[in-house]
């Protein structure tokens, strides 16, 4: 379908030309700021060590000429707890009745919340291009999923028996 066949004004077009425009530039920069992204990642777990053995000797912190870097707050191991899965696994352990109450509290917290619709955008010149990969490239993906999948379960297995051996 084409625009012109349902004979859009002229300022519905000049705001969805604009709007590929932005998309095109918001993707620019999310890429180069993905890459710095990396790279300051990188760099922090090289320096976080040097910094935390820092703090052990008394020292707060490194300064060059142009910059002062501190260790704001010292790593720590801290507790997780699952709650969905303990709660999915304490419904198999408890009687029926129990488990009904329990099934109704979890319908009493239920919240509906809207997701709003998404728009997506493209070059012209990019979508015949991307048909053609995605043609090329679905096989394979299902490939690579059906292998790993089999990896997975074979890992599973691998650690069954290691339970069962030692």
Request: aromatic share 6%.
């Amino acid at each position: 379908m084409r625009l012109n066949e349902f004979k859009f004004e002229r300022d519905i077009e000049s705001k969805i030309d604009e709007f590929g425009i932005l998309s095109d530039k918001i993707d620019k920069v999310k890429m180069e700021l993905s890459e710095l992204s990396n790279r300051y990642k990188e760099i922090e777990g090289e320096l976080r060590p040097t910094l935390e053995q820092l703090t052990i000797q008394n020292q707060k912190s490194i300064q060059t000429k142009k910059y002062l870097v501190t260790l704001k707050r010292m790593g720590y191991n801290r507790d997780n707890f699952k709650y969905k899965e303990s709660f999915e696994e304490s419904l198999t352990k408890v009687n029926q009745q129990t488990k009904k109450v329990l099934e109704d509290i979890l319908q009493s917290t239920k919240t509906v919340s809207r997701v709003v619709s998404t728009i997506g955008v493209q070059r012209m010149d990019e979508i015949s291009l991307k048909s053609m990969l995605k043609k090329l490239v679905s096989p394979f993906k299902k490939l690579f999923s059906r292998l790993k999948m089999n990896t997975k379960s074979i890992d599973g297995l691998n650690g069954v028996l290691k339970r069962m051996v030692g």
